[in-house]
């Protein structure tokens, strides 16, 4: 008898916690991010395998050491200034970006707050797969998630991150080492 | 005389002002708004508001004439050697542990108890007592290089910090070492636009930088060098009533330098 009344006064507990469990690791997450879809696709593969192209004839550094990062609608359209292969993708860049003279508004999966200050050719000696999604092999993009909240992606690198490698590198960890 | 260990620099970035040089022209203050990405102000005479991070004083032996003189004297942030702010934050949101000795200042961490600007001798912090705003087309002049600074947080003078490390990056692209930079990688916005090359600015502490030798001159003073904060801003000045109100002295007491 008293065994039965204990099993039932832990019941709303068991199934509390259990519902917290579902709550924390499966709504609030989907809650709090939201899918987002990049433009349109882009291969990195074709235009390295088959076209031939090397990393660094669009991801560069300026004269002055920083990064050029994305390549402009402008870099791009002296390939692309009409469409050469009647694929769906890249008659949607033609049409829309390139001919509109528009930026493609790629989504950035490790897009960082405005105060913080990354320099690639500091980090020239790491693979670029160490903090980006590997794209280059990639056959479809990465799934973008984005902070509802925050309007950041959710791949993007925190701050406990970079300072543990600065830490485990030996780097110093200042504050003005990062911040601006 | 410091209540904590301080931190040895192998560089000291710093600068030398010559006030016999310093026209008061104010080139200075508006380059460093402009280049720190500063909201045009509600009312700019009201200084109880404004935020200058350059600011030039206007000095005067107060004799009247014809042996009155004046001297105009620009102060940014002085970086001290000892900085009085740093102690005093709450959530450690300014620092002087980079290599180059500058005084940083991290507004996202900051929150707004002012506490360094009380324990700053040289009034050199400003808070945001408004909301940046640019008026229509005018946020075009921002640039990307400084972060803006929300209401309600303290921001000072960096010694154009960015431009520190746009130094750092040039260096790494041409193959030499970020660390010994030469005097014409980096240099401040107030520097740069000065009119009359009044101001100086490179490494203390690299005895090849114009900066460290004019620092030994007989003519360079500190502001308010006896209270020990060890600035790496340098004064220089000809006029001995000039270098004697850069501190408190006694009526008996001789005034340093030449």
Redesign the interface.
């Known amino acids: 008898m008293a065994k039965k009344k204990k099993s039932y006064l832990l019941l709303p507990f068991v199934v509390g916690f259990i519902g917290a469990l579902v709550f924390g690791w499966g709504l609030f997450p989907k809650m709090l991010f939201s899918e987002k879809q990049q433009p349109f696709w882009f291969s990195h593969i074709s235009h390295v395998e088959v076209v031939g192209m090397d990393c660094y004839d669009c991801h560069y550094y300026y004269e002055d050491g920083s990064f050029s990062g994305i390549p402009t609608t402008e870099e791009c359209s002296a390939c692309h200034m009409d469409v050469m292969f009647d694929d769906p993708d890249e008659i949607i860049f033609v049409e829309q970006y390139v001919w509109e003279e528009k930026e493609v508004p790629w989504l950035i999966y490790q897009k960082q707050p405005d105060n913080v200050y990354f320099s690639h050719i500091a980090h020239e000696m790491y693979d670029c797969q160490t903090c980006h999604p590997a794209v280059e092999t990639a056959e479809a993009w990465p799934k973008y998630y984005e902070n509802r909240l925050t309007k950041y992606s959710r791949d993007t690198m925190k701050m406990w991150e970079c300072e543990r490698c600065h830490a485990e590198t030996g780097t110093s960890n200042a504050c003005y080492v990062c911040h601006k | 005389m410091a209540i904590y260990k301080l931190k040895e620099f192998k560089i000291k970035w710093g600068m030398v002002i010559d006030l016999d040089k310093c026209t008061g022209c104010g080139a200075c203050m508006i380059s460093c708004q402009a280049e720190n990405n500063m909201a045009p102000m509600p009312d700019a005479t009201d200084k109880l508001y404004s935020m200058t991070w350059m600011l030039v004083y206007r000095l005067s032996n107060g004799k009247p004439f014809p042996d009155h003189d004046i001297a105009y004297l620009p102060r940014p942030c002085v970086q001290c050697g000892n900085p009085n702010c740093v102690p005093v934050c709450p959530v450690i949101a300014t ?1 002087k ?3 180059g000795g ?1 005084v ?1 200042q ?4 900051c929150i707004g108890c002012r506490y360094c600007m009380a324990a700053c001798p040289y009034r050199a912090r400003y808070f945001n007592w408004h909301d940046p705003v640019w008026p229509q087309g005018m946020e075009k002049t921002l640039t990307p ?4 600074r929300p209401r309600g947080v303290v921001e000072k003078c ?1 010694y154009c ?2 431009r520190f ?2 130094a ?7 193959g030499r070492d ?1 660390n010994k930079l030469d005097e014409d990688d980096y240099t401040t916005a107030c520097a740069q636009n000065c009119p009359t090359g009044a101001i100086t600015f490179g490494d203390l502490m690299n005895p090849e930088h114009k900066v460290a030798k004019l620092a030994k001159s007989p003519y360079a003073f500190r502001l308010l060098e006896r209270l020990g904060t060890d600035p790496q801003l340098y004064y220089m000045s000809k006029r001995e009533w000039v270098r004697r109100q850069g501190d408190n002295y006694l009526e008996h007491e001789p005034t340093k330098g030449v």
Request: hydrophobic share 20%.
């Open positions: 620092t542990d980079e290599e500058i940083s991290i507004s996202p961490r290089f400084t972060s803006t960096h910090h960015h490390k746009a750092k990056e040039k260096a790494r692209y041409d970020p």
